[in-house]
């Protein structure tokens, strides 16, 4: 059927460039290509037994109904004393809104808030969904891009000169997916200095990474003076706890706001699954150190892929901070011929490491920025060690 009859939101929305990619390899892999798939951001951890306990138990004791809209409120009372103890914010219960993954939450934010012509500001490079999600709301994303010389981090300049009288939201992630930067409590405070000038601003700080931070400090600019009733501040089980299949995230933000992602999403999804939102009440109570072996073995694969990175030719590249993912600039390969294969962007050398090397990686054009690809080290050793290998082999071939 032509797509003329589908709607102009659909035909004009982008795939996300890292499902599209993971399909593509998965697809290869079927027809007996040894692919090593570095494009998902999905730990390669098992859950944690005592998350599947409960789970289990959940399970045995038949809860099995439709869960409320917005979260059961142990959960929501577990997700309000983790707010507490790690972010130093106090969220009452009807502050708080569980969603089936924190893309839903994010989603449910735009839609709430986002009016058409609404521009959103958006540090590139940013997380693959956000665009495409402030579009659907009709909003207007604004790119403000960084570069390696500032870690991929915006400054207040930076942000102070995007601020136009149609900026509605400021969306980021600390730390982010892509770069793997984390934004410290000076590089925060200044750009809330910035924000105190303009109270018609809100923001969406995505901390879904929050855990997984080699600094030893996660800040939550919802903490800072004045950005408290301004933020919406968006967290998940996915990557922390390696929950990424149980679809559970969630947002503190001031009430009006739940309220409004409450109505709405009462109206699409309704309530979270409900055995998974059994599990994660033991996930968010139990403390840091249950999940702190994977965040130990996350920091020893960045600093084996960085070592084995540094290696390869024409790959720049910052220090991530936390998540697991590097993102190299590759733009010293545009404009050049590798193995009979035109190099002209980011895509094109993204698709070449496929083809030649048999490594799945993703364009950083997906995330705003055109010089970079990303690379995720949520795998093994092994993996991590044979695709730069293979990399390498492929770009001096």
Known sequence: MSTQHLTDRINHMAVSATLAMAAKARELKQEGRDIIGLSLGEPDFNVPDFIKEAAKKAIDENWSSYSPVDGYVELKKAIAAKFKRDNNLTYGLDQIVVSTGAKQSLYNVAMAM???????????????????????????????????????????????AAITPRTKMLWFSSPCNPSGSVYSQEELESLAEVLRKHPGIYVVSDEIYEHINFTGEHVSIAAIEGMYERTITVNGVSKAFAMTGWRIGYIGAPAWIAKATNKLQGQVTSGANSIAQRATIAALEAPKSSIQFMIDEFHKRRDLILGLMAEIPGFKLNVPEGAFYVFPDVSDYFGRTIQGVKIENANDFALFLLDKANVATVTGEAFGNNDCIRISYAASESEIKEAMSRIKAAVLA
Request: no cysteine; aromatic share 8%.
């Open 114 to 160: 986002i009016q058409q012509g609404d521009e959103v500001i958006l540090p590139a490079p940013y997380w693959v969904s956000y665009s495409d999600i402030v579009q659907l709301a009709e909003g207007v994303p604004v790119e403000v891009p960084t570069s390696l010389d500032t870690d991929f981090k915006m400054t207040a300049s930076q942000l102070e």
